[in-house]
């Protein structure tokens, strides 16, 4: 099992930047790819970018690539999602998961997940 916690959301003005953090505990960290997806209300769950357990590869839905960076200290059982020049229409859940594949982008291809954490982007 693996165990995640999101943290690092909340409120922020058009084009602000935030960064969200996810811990994770239980099994070994660097084991798994790490995605993040986000999911606005009345939408479906959304993919963001995903990076591969050894942090040197990364992957991203095309709408936010250049915008969204996601890292990963495997040290710190951590990941990273830095967001930059946010929008309106950025604002959802954000939600950390983990999966034993690689190179995946749809929910039901990863395992574990946290509780998500909310990011409002409004004046």
């Known amino acids: 099992q693996v165990q995640l916690v999101e943290s690092g959301g909340g409120l922020v003005q058009p084009g602000g930047s935030l960064r969200l953090s996810c811990t994770a505990s239980?099994?070994?960290?660097?084991?798994?790819?790490m995605a993040w997806f986000r999911q606005a209300p009345g939408k479906e769950r959304e993919f963001v970018g995903a990076?591969?357990?050894?942090?040197?590869?990364?992957y991203y839905e095309s709408s936010m690539k250049g915008r969204f960076t996601i890292s990963r200290d495997n040290a710190k059982n951590t990941a990273y999602l830095q967001m930059n020049g946010l929008k309106p229409e950025d604002t959802a859940v954000y939600y950390c998961?983990?999966?034993?594949?690689?190179?995946?982008?749809?929910?039901?291809?990863?395992?574990?997940w946290g509780q998500g954490t909310q990011v409002t982007v409004s004046s």
């Open positions: 239980g099994r070994t960290f660097s084991s798994y790819a």
């Open positions: 990076m591969h357990w050894s942090g040197g590869s990364a």
């Open positions: 998961a983990a999966s034993a594949a690689w190179g995946k982008a749809a929910p039901a291809d990863y395992n574990y």
